[in-house]
């Protein structure tokens, strides 16, 4: 059975529009696998901490030798990390925060890219351990940024996303969100549309 893994981002719990092209990305998807198991993480509802000394020091220690604290770190990192071994389809929802991603989502990748886990590191450099898995991401943006040097999400997340060994990732960009009734109207019908290809 195939399983979708969703991690939802924007602040905004109300009016969101990368929320409303998840939910258009599931209903599309359920259709065509109706057996498909959907688990979703949010990640601005229930945030991650920031990356600290206790979950650093914790990934070198063997268990035993951890402290509660370090163990509590651990725990939360492993089980972002079995969520997302266990998803064949990886769902990124990203609203645009100051041309980057949330801080949330940055804090999410900062729990699952662990070395021996999730990369590794050869002789020939890195290699990513996660390969065979598809990716899918959603952004919501108040401009347009597609292309153009401001666009500091589609770089970071293809890089963070291929160190890990995916490398099948599909972007859909909702643009221009903020620059009037129209731009906002058009922005989301060619989202839409993309999305319909993509799902
Ligand atoms: C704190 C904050 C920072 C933002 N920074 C940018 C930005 O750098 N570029 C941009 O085009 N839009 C920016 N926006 C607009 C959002 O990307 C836009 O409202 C988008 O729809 C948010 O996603 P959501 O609808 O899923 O909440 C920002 C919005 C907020 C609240």
Redesign the pocket.
Known sequence: MSQLLVIES???HE?????QLTQDFIAQWQAQQPHAQVVVRDVAKQPLPHLDGDLLAGWMLPKAEQTAAQQAAVLRSDQAIEQLLAADVLLL?A?????SIPSTLKAWFDHVLRAGVTFKYTEQGPQGLLSGKRAVVLT????V?AGLPSDHQEAYLRQVLGFMGIDDVQFVH?EG??MGQDSATQGLNKAQQALARVA
């Open positions: 924007s602040a905004r009016g969101s529009i990368s929320r929802a609203p645009m925060y100051n041309f919501a943006r108040g401009g940024h909702a969100l903020n």
